[in-house]
Each structure stands twice: as C-alpha cells, then as structure tokens.
C-alpha cells in the first residue's frame, strides 16, 4: 500500500515540506509515498484528518499548532514533553487502535545547525519570542548551558518586554535568536523592535525563518558586523529526523 506524509499548518503559504519531501522521493526513485499540505483551519480538525486518510503514517506540524496538538497526542516523547511542543508525530494504526506520538526534530535541527558557529563567548543569548518555535531553541540552550532570556510582547515572569531592550542589554547578549514569524513572507519588510546599534562582530545572530533567505534582522545584523544564519539548515535537518522517525519507529 502507498503511504502518505503531510504537514498541518494554517495558513501554509510558506511552507517548504511538500516541495523538499516530493523532491527527495523523486530524486530517491521512491514511487509508493507522497507528501501532501494540510492547511486545517482549527486544530480540532486533525482526528477527521487522520480517519480520513488511512495511508497517512505522519504528520510535520508547523504554526500555530505546535502547542495545540499536545492534548491530542497518545504518547509525547519525553523531550519534546519537556520542551512543550510537537513539530512531528508518528501515526500507527493496529487492529483499528490508532496511537498518535509527538515528536520534536526542531530540537535536533537548531542545534546542529548552530554547533558549527558557536564560540566560547557565545554563553548568553536573547530569543526573540515564546511562541511553538521557541521551545526548541530553549530546549537546546539548555542542553549546551547557554544562559538565556525570552523576550515577547506578554512577557510571563522572567521574560522580558520588547520596550526594556536597550542598546547596552543587547551586547550583554552576543547571541540572538528571532523565533517569531516578523520578516517571513509575504510580510518582508517586517523587523523585530531592536536596538541594532548594540550589536557588534562579537554577535551571533540567527533567524529561523527561511524564506526570505536574508531577513531585514539578518541583514541589519550583519551589517553591523555580527556572523548569521537563517533557518534553511535547521529545517533540512529537522525534515531528515522526522522522516526517520516516519519510516523506523
């Protein structure tokens, strides 16, 4: 029997997972799997979803449900339990049971792609945002002991407000890290609020949005000098990990 992958999103305008999956399968010969775009409109969508299409094994899951889909999860894998999002689940069905298990591969993904570019120095860093995407890089940062702060517009205890960011509280931070969607298309012009003049060449700047391929941030920061990168890597090796995780567990 032919089996399905797909991603749920909504809206999945920027989406690249069908096109890289398609890709794969065609340059692979791999003729009996496809991968197909689920934009629900409401998380409570996903069982109908999943009853609807008795082929499909896996489900890459993007904004806004990465929190949203916990409670309709069997088992959470531990380390995506402690981050407090899902970017992947594994459905299988036996005997008409169905198990659904959420997996994070963001997790994977970030850290990998930022292990090349980290320094000694880099033991402090700001993320830009509390939403789904976060988690990853707060899980990863604390795997690596890097001190962090959150930064969102409704700060939770702890986390800070984008108007208390300063020019001398952002060299405090040589890494910084945008979570949020401000600057991904079609919506390039937007930025993050930041006092750009705090950052220097001692900064690591990264953005995990992709398209576009330089965000305004990406590119005021590296006009100030700091070393960056967007979020392609992460999203290759996070697509690879959860393909795995599809066809192995």
């Given amino acids: 029997m032919a089996i399905k992958l797909g991603l749920i999103g909504y809206p999945l305008g920027h989406s690249f997972s069908k096109t890289y999956f398609t890709e794969k399968f065609e340059k692979a010969g791999i003729t009996d799997q496809s991968y197909e775009n689920y934009p629900i409109a409401n998380i409570a969508e996903l069982p109908e979803l999943i009853q609807s299409n008795p082929e499909l094994i896996g489900l890459n899951v993007t904004i806004p449900y990465k929190e949203q889909v916990l409670p309709y999860l069997n088992e959470i894998d531990p380390e995506a339990a402690q981050a407090g999002a899902v970017n992947t689940i594994r459905i299988t069905r036996t005997n008409q049971h169905l198990n ?5 591969t963001d997790i994977y993904g970030f ?26 890089v707060v899980a990863v940062f604390k795997k690596l002991g890097i001190d962090f702060r959150i930064v969102s517009r409704n700060p939770s205890q702890g986390q800070l407000h984008w108007h208390e960011l300063n020019k001398d ?25 930041l006092p750009f003049e705090g950052i220097d060449d001692a900064h690591f700047c990264v953005d995990l949005i992709y398209n576009p391929e330089k965000t305004i941030f990406l590119q005021r920061a590296a006009e100030r000098g700091a070393v960056t990168l967007n979020g392609l890597t992460m999203l290759k090796l996070q697509a690879e990990k959860a393909y795995e995780i599809f066809m192995t567990e």
């Fill in 100 to 104: 659904l298990k959420g997996y994070n």
């Fill in 169 to 193: 509280m952002i060299r405090h931070f040589p890494v910084i890290v945008n979570t949020t969607p401000l600057g991904m298309h079609p919506n390039t012009g937007d930025c993050p609020a």
């Fill in 111 to 136: 850290a990998m792609s930022i292990k090349p570019f980290l320094l000694s120095s880099h033991f402090r860093a700001l993320i830009l945002g509390n939403g789904g995407a976060s988690k990853a």
